[in-house]
């Protein structure tokens, strides 16, 4: 399914990128659940290169969850180097972190997370109030809205709203901080075919024309197709 | 867009949101009527006492100015004897039996008493004539309903209404004080006696004087005794008051716990993702407090609110107390309720504050 640029290092997810906008090497997490220790990622490398759009494959366990988790500072690593947008997140406190996670690193879930007692705008705009920036959108960001299909949906609340618009929603309240990086997990796993089809769509697109550096975890190839490189994971490392 | 947060947060759970309200209010209304209710009683009690126009008090041995007063231990001699004293102008006396609760039934010597504090300003009808005949002020009767002409039983003896005064005049329930005397089987005896100056800038002067001669009574001038109704001076009211402000505290506590760990729980996944979009702690503490915060301010104003229903239902109750509004109260009964509040807000904001992000992402 890869179909991008291949790993060539020492790990099959690092690669020889000049500048990567993410680098991890030796990255490790344990878990303790009970008495037993869970390793759900032992030694993973990867890059990834500003503008890319990289789809994160592995069925569930394999640890693409806890990836996406501590990539974007939502739980610290046990061990090994990361480095975002030139920062390190290995050590990082839990403020920096949040620091990382309000000017970073943006993040789109299954089940899209949106504030069900804020309207779509306000959702959006919590980000920007959050970050300390002016909540106004933009004209750039009003384009971006147009290119969603949601700027005569912004009023609404999201029980009001089909998946699909609450997912594009979604994407806006993560990308309106303009990040480094977006992470999204199964973006589509809530959606049936045809909005998953516009959501990926969408995805590309948002690569393509203002390239946003996209890291997408799914377990589903056709998903994954829709990006330009596929990184498979198992067992808690890359393959 | 805080704020926005806080109310959107507050109106997508009206019902809880409303009982939350109402539970603090409660607590607002408690603590304003029992105060309402106290300075109400203590300042009519002095109204009353200043319109009977005397300058000297003199009240049973071992009485306290905040007893209630049921005997008749003074004879009625002594009034001949005050008024060969020096400066005092006229003496009477007044017989008090009490009644349920904060009533009493007080003997008066009309013709005297009037002498003293003026002419009774009566609503309807006039001062009693026959022996059964009583007279009540306006707060009395509109109270228990009784009109010129009716009829009431009290201490075992039926009285007939002769009149309805304009009250703030010694007693709420008066009758001829030779016949309650009778009633009570005291003839000739009396509760309380009274004297008026010639000079009542001489007040002090003759108390001091009155107290050498009669020892063991407590004397008092008028203006020492209204100054000694106040709730400072009621030690057990005083105590009481403690206790409904503490149990009012603690009612607050609980229904903001309990409305905020609820919110807590139900609200899981998004406080992880106000957190996963780069919200601190701080932040999501400051809005579960802001909206602890505008829970008691609202409670405190519908608070303020239903103290004026409790006003209402004080008139409207055939009770002898009476519930003033005590502005400078509101901001205490708020303090309290506000402090009630973040108390219980404390435990599901620290919840809230450690919650996992993604534990708290994937909460169903």
Known sequence: MSNGTGPTLDSPGATSLSQPIIRVRGLTKVYRVGDV??????????????????????????????????????????????????????????????????????????????????????????????????????????????????????????????????????????????????????????????????????????????????????????????????????????? | M????????????????????????????????????????????????????????????????????????????????????????????????????????????????????????????????????????DYYARQHKLQVGSHINLINHDWKISGIFSGGKLARIMVKLPVLQQVMDRPGYLTVLYAKLDDPRQADTVAKDLKTQLKGYPIYTMDELTSLYSISNVGMLKDFIGVVIGVAVIVGFIVVFMAMYTAVLERTREIGTIKAVGGSAGLVLSILLRETLLLAVLGTLVGILLTYGTQLLMHALPSNLTQETVYTWWPIAGVIAIVGALLGAIVPGYKAVQQDVTEALSYE
């Open chain 1, 37 to 239: 220790d869970v390793h759900a990622l032992r030694g993973v490398d990867l890059d990834l290169a500003a503008g890319e759009f990289v789809a994160l494959v592995g069925a569930s366990g394999s640890g693409k969850s806890t990836l996406f988790h501590i990539l974007g500072g939502l739980t610290p690593p046990t061990s090994g180097t990361i480095l975002i947008d030139g920062r390190s997140v290995t050590g990082m406190t839990n403020h920096e972190r949040t620091e990382l996670r309000k000017t970073t690193v943006g993040f789109v879930f299954q089940k899209y997370n949106l504030l069900p007692t804020l309207s779509a705008e306000d959702n959006i705009k919590l980000v920007e109030y959050i970050g300390g920036r002016p909540t106004e959108f933009t004209p750039e960001f009003v384009e971006i809205l147009k290119l969603l299909g949601i700027q005569d949906r912004l009023k609404h609340k999201p029980r009001a709203l089909s998946g699909g618009q609450q997912q594009r929603v979604a994407i806006a309240r993560a990308i309106i901080k303009k990040p480094a990086i977006l992470l999204a997990d199964e973006p589509t796993g809530n959606l049936d075919s045809e909005n998953s089809a516009a959501v990926l769509g969408l995805l590309k697109d948002l690569n393509q024309r203002t390239g946003q550096t996209i890291l997408m975890i799914t377990h589903d190839p056709e998903a994954a197709a829709y990006a330009a490189r596929s990184i498979h994971m198992r067992d808690g490392r890359i393959v």
């Open chain 2, 2 to 137: 805080l704020n926005k947060l806080i109310l959107a947060n507050l109106s997508h759970r009206p019902v809880r949101t409303i009982l939350s309200v109402l539970a603090i209010a409660v607590e607002v209304t408690m603590i304003l009527t029992l105060v309402g209710v106290s300075h109400g009683t203590l300042d009519s009690t002095a109204e009353r006492a200043r319109g009977v126009g005397a300058d000297i008090i003199i009240r049973p041995p071992g009485s306290s100015v905040m007893s209630s007063l049921s005997s008749a231990p003074i004879s009625q001699k002594y009034i001949a004897w005050l008024m060969q004293q020096p400066h005092i102008s006229l003496a009477t006396g007044t017989v008090v039996q009490g009644l349920s609760g904060f009533d009493s039934i007080t003997g008066v010597d009309f013709p005297v008493f009037e002498r003293m504090s003026g002419k009774f300003d009566f609503a309807s009808g006039g001062a009693p004539v026959d022996d059964n005949d009583m007279i009540v002020d």
